[in-house]
């Protein structure tokens, strides 16, 4: 997820981690502990073209927690079985501080011949020639897309070139508490609902129960995004902001209501949810009976509370929603080894085993038959969840938008900061939306 969106994307720092490499254990299901080292220098990151055997050496740089370490160790140890004359030299840390390390790497003439990167950077990135256009292999057949979603393929496409592949599929889910509506008995909300009936939705819950109905998602870019797209604007329009000032108003409006009603908790409460990752979004402390989140999160979110957890669309027409790559491949651009790094990343998503072995920790897998294959083998609730209801709402996914622009990541931080403005009542909705839009403006331009 977005740092924010990455339920595993996250840990104590922002140190950078070289892993030892890992034998494949499975023990009740769980991965043994993986032991991770700190790595000294930039140079670290990138190996050399060739190992001193004679044997290809490819570079790889990755973020995330160690459980994906070690899944990812797994399926590259498995490519090398299968391919022994490549070897890995791997790299992966934390996301704080990711990429400004990826962008030191790659400016300092050491970049990676394989790194992960989200729809935050992939443009900014393709802007810069950084990217491998992985059309050509597309087109040759060395890079198989034929079981990927044609809206998840196409959101990886920038100015016309195959940026990155993406690792994993992900879209917007509305997660709520189960077990405190049938204890109350009251009605789960349903796929379809329109904004307005979610928010008199949540005020029933509020007043029958005592814990806030939904989080004001106001700050959330996720769903601003999805309420653009449903009255036919959208986040971006070209190298542009795709909304005006007024849209932002009617948006911040809508959950300024909610709040007076009493649908949503407090500002300080709100804020906490804005602010906190996803083992402590408010719909698993009791703090709220929804939050708002991707839908590969409900494995996380359910580790986190003993109760039943429902997850369905956001509010409004599904068709907002769109198959987005919760995260992508890429390949240098001037890797000496590009053919072997798109064959890495071709293995990654479309080999049974490696697909297996890495589960949907970056994602439901982009290869629908693989994807049902790890959906008919998991045990897991929560993870067979995410799958079905993705899987559902992929019936009506509408066309992917652009990849974000430049300043994406700033537009993102910006939204949150109005929003919380207009929600401390610091600023009236209107202010909030006027300045959220200049300082987007700026960002865009920068």
């Known amino acids: 997820m977005h740092p924010a969106t990455h339920p595993t994307d996250s840990a104590?720092?922002?140190?950078?981690?070289?892993?030892?490499?890992l034998r494949r254990r499975l023990v009740r299901g769980l991965l043994a502990a993986v032991v991770a080292l700190p790595l000294v220098g930039a140079a670290a990151a990138c190996g050399d073209d060739a190992a001193s055997d004679g044997k290809t050496k490819i570079s790889i740089f990755w973020w995330g927690g160690e459980a994906r370490a070690g899944l990812t160790e797994q399926a590259l140890e498995l490519y090398t079985k299968k391919n022994p004359d490549v070897t890995f030299e791997k790299t992966w840390q934390a996301n704080q501080g990711y990429f400004d390390k990826l962008a030191t790497l790659t400016a300092g003439g050491n970049?990676?011949?394989?790194?992960?990167?989200?729809?935050?950077?992939?443009?900014?990135?393709?802007?810069?020639?950084?990217?491998?256009?992985?059309?050509?292999?597309?087109?040759?057949?060395?890079?198989?897309?034929?079981?990927?979603?044609?809206?998840?393929?196409?959101?990886?496409?920038v100015d016309g070139k195959l940026a990155g592949l993406a690792a994993g599929e992900n879209t917007q889910g509305l997660v709520y508490n189960k077990t405190l509506l049938e204890k109350n008995g009251l009605p789960e909300p349903t796929t379809g609902?329109?904004?307005?009936?979610?928010?008199?939705?949540?005020?029933?819950?509020?007043?029958?129960?005592?814990?806030?109905?939904?989080?004001?998602?106001?700050?959330?870019?996720?769903?601003?995004?999805?309420w653009l797209r449903q009255q036919g604007k959208d986040l971006y329009s070209g190298n542009d902001l795709g909304f005006t000032a007024e849209d932002v108003t009617a948006w911040f409006e809508l959950w300024k209501g909610a709040r007076d009603r009493g649908a949503t908790p407090p500002p300080d409460v709100i804020h906490e949810g804005n602010a906190t990752d996803i083992t402590k979004q408010l719909v698993v402390t009791g703090k709220s009976a929804t939050s708002w989140v991707w839908v590969n999160q409900m494995p996380e979110l359910k580790k986190n509370t003993a109760d039943e957890l429902g997850v369905i669309a956001y509010p409004g027409d599904p068709s907002g929603q769109w198959a987005r790559a919760s995260m992508y491949w890429s390949v240098f651009r001037g890797s000496k080894n590009a053919d072997v790094a798109v064959d890495v990343i071709n293995f990654l998503a479309n080999d049974p085993e490696a697909v297996e072995l890495l589960g949907t920790d970056r994602g439901l897998p982009s290869n629908l038959d693989l994807r049902k294959v790890i959906s008919d083998g998991t045990t897991d609730e929560a993870m067979q969840q995410s799958i079905e209801v993705e899987n559902k709402l992929a019936e009506t996914f509408g066309?992917?938008?652009?990849?974000?622009?430049?300043?994406?990541?700033?537009v993102r931080a910006e939204l949150t900061k109005a929003a919380e403005n207009a929600q401390f009542g610091r600023a009236t909705p209107a202010e909030a939306a006027a300045q959220f839009v200049e300082a987007c403006k700026a960002a865009i331009a920068s």
């Open 12 to 21: 104590p720092d922002g140190r950078i981690y070289r892993t030892a490499l």
């Open 111 to 157: 970049p990676p011949d394989i790194f992960q990167i989200d729809d935050n950077f992939l443009a900014e990135y393709a802007a810069r020639n950084t990217t491998l256009d992985l059309k050509s292999y597309q087109d040759s057949g060395k890079l198989d897309t034929s079981k990927f979603p044609p809206s998840l393929l196409q959101y990886g496409v």
């Open 193 to 226: 609902m329109s904004w307005e009936e979610h928010i008199a939705w949540a005020e029933q819950v509020s007043k029958k129960t005592g814990v806030p109905g939904t989080q004001d998602p106001s700050a959330d870019y996720k769903a601003f995004w999805v």
């Open 399 to 410: 066309e992917s938008p652009q990849v974000p622009i430049k300043g994406h990541s700033k």
